[in-house]
């Protein structure tokens, strides 16, 4: 009998690191825009210093680097194979874990794979396959897909940069959500507190054969083979409700950027 090990392990990142403008930089853009349409610009330099200094609830967030980082991944696996002239087998468990490069997205797998193969008598031959694997996936209520209704890169890239990631109140750290059209987006806040969405997979396929070679006629035989396979699959979600600090949108007359509680 013989028995090898092979393993793995690797770090995953975005290709490409989209580079986004920082609460400054928006700022300029932003009052350029407005100049251009022949309007007052709306951030002054006392605006623009509040957010490098993170002061009266300005800040200068990457919510780029905030939702990306940098994920893992781990595969594992151990197999035997021997026998004798009337038995050989070979049987096979591996173990894979990945850790998404965005938080909370993980998955594990486990498999297992088995082949037999047993000459019963002179002219009666048992072969048996099996192989299975078991499955759980775990990610935020909020999905990554980018065909999801409000995923999480898509939060990312609506989330406005003047703004600080959390906001202190009352004694209370709240993550913070900034305003678009058609309501406000937190991306922090949709990865850690919006509850999840776990998935627990098992798959089972299984073959077998018995074959026999008619003595009486060299090359005559008949074959008995059958299958059986077996899925199972449990999902869980949890919506949860959960507070955020919402910005309001400042004027040309803010000196403070003012939040207020919202869900």
């Not at 008619?214 to 074959?223: E, H, I, N």
């Amino acid at each position: 009998m013989s028995i090898s090990y092979s393993g793995e392990y690797g770090i995953s990142k975005n290709t490409q690191q989209q580079e986004w403008l920082d609460g400054p930089g928006y700022a300029y853009w932003y009052n350029k825009a407005l100049n251009l349409d022949g309007k007052e610009a709306l951030f002054t330099k006392d605006m623009v210093q509040k957010m490098k200094d993170g002061v009266d609830g300005w800040g200068n967030t990457n919510w780029y680097d905030k939702i990306f980082g940098t994920g893992t991944r781990q595969h594992h696996n151990v197999s035997a194979s021997g026998g004798t002239e009337r038995l050989h087998f070979f049987a096979s468990i591996g173990y894979l874990k990945e850790k998404g490069n965005i938080d909370n997205f993980n998955y594990d797998r486990l498999n297992l794979r088995s082949n037999i193969d047993a000459k019963l008598t002179k002219s009666l031959t048992f072969t048996l396959g099996i192989s299975g694997r078991v499955e759980t996936r775990k990610q935020p209520r909020y999905s990554a897909n980018p065909d999801s209704w409000l995923n999480l890169p898509l939060q990312a890239i609506r989330a406005l940069p003047y703004a600080p990631d959390t906001y202190e109140k009352d004694g209370e750290t709240y993550y913070v959500a900034t305003p678009q059209a058609t309501g406000h987006v937190s991306p922090v806040a949709s990865a850690f507190d919006s509850g999840y969405n776990k998935s627990h997979s098992s798959y089972i396929q299984s073959n077998f054969s018995l074959k026999y070679d008619a003595p009486w006629l060299k090359g005559l035989s008949f074959k008995f083979q059958g299958a059986y396979d077996l899925n199972y699959n449990f999902s869980k979600v949890l919506t949860n409700p959960y507070k955020v600090m919402v910005m309001e949108l400042p004027t040309a007359e803010s000196t403070t950027l003012n939040y207020h509680l919202g869900g």
